[in-house]
């Protein structure tokens, strides 16, 4: 049985709001047997994971963590929907704040993968990609933790674990990127096939990215200027 499993019962019965109790009446099981299968202790059956799908209208898949749709569905790129259709947009209000840095955002990771699609170098696209995704998934978790109701066992590591272990992640996926970007990649990495594509001026990224260089100079001078740095700077 999936490591995941119990980690996903538990979290499924928690967000659905009732108790060990009624949840094991309800699954034709007893109580202890619950308990036991939410800790990892005991193995369930065939027919009892087809009943808890069943039950909490999941697919196998999902309850044994092996697809993270509810569903079971394999995510392909057309499935996945362009920001600007996200049904929310319309629908809540939003302050100025998070809807500019959603942009400028989104915007300057439209040219970055621009980018990187022409460099045709398949682990530099997933050291990058990689990178940002721990970092949002760190966000997420802080933002996630915030309220203390929310379900830990959405996630099968401790909010400290997972903040330290993305964070060294992170730094492996930067060193590694850099390895590739600077000519010498380390073992199991091929190095880029030709430079002249990531050739760029401010002039050539204006023109070629007319509708989103300026989301990218903002994040670019918002950025240096949380570094506050300044190569100048008398100590």
């Known amino acids: 049985m999936s490591s995941d499993f119990p980690r ?11 108790s060990q109790k009624n949840a094991a009446a309800e699954l034709f099981i007893s109580q202890a047997l619950l308990s036991h299968y939410e800790k990892g202790i005991r193995e369930c059956g065939l027919d009892f994971l087809v009943r808890c799908a069943d039950y909490y209208n999941v697919s ?3 309850l044994l963590g092996r697809s993270p749709d509810r569903h ?34 989104a915007n300057s ?3 970055l993968f621009d980018l990187l699609a022409k460099t045709e170098n398949k682990a530099l696209v997933v050291e ?12 997420f978790r802080l933002v996630y933790s915030a309220n203390p109701q929310n379900q830990d ?16 992640a992170m730094q492996v996926c930067e060193t590694n990127a850099a390895s ?4 010498s990649p380390l073992p199991g990495f091929e190095p880029l096939k030709q430079t002249e594509p990531l050739a760029v001026t401010t002039e050539s990224l204006g023109r070629d990215y007319p509708m989103l260089i300026s989301s990218l ?19």
């Open 8 to 18: 996903i019962l538990t979290l499924l019965r928690k967000e659905k709001g009732i």
């Open 60 to 62: 196998c898949d999902y």
């Open 72 to 105: 079971g569905a394999t995510l392909t790129v057309e499935d996945i929907p362009e920001p600007d259709s996200l049904p929310w947009d319309n629908r809540t209000p939003q302050t100025v704040l998070p809807v500019l840095n959603k942009k400028l955002l």
């Open 109 to 111: 990771q439209g040219i």
């Open 128 to 139: 990058v990609s990689a990178y940002l995704m721990l970092a949002l998934y760190r966000m």
């Open 153 to 168: 066992v959405m996630f099968s590591l401790s909010l400290q674990a997972a903040m330290g272990y993305a964070a060294a």
């Open 180 to 183: 590739i970007t600077r000519g």
């Open 217 to 235: 100079q903002n994040l670019i001078q918002g950025a240096e200027k949380r570094l506050d740095f300044k190569e100048n700077k008398k100590p």
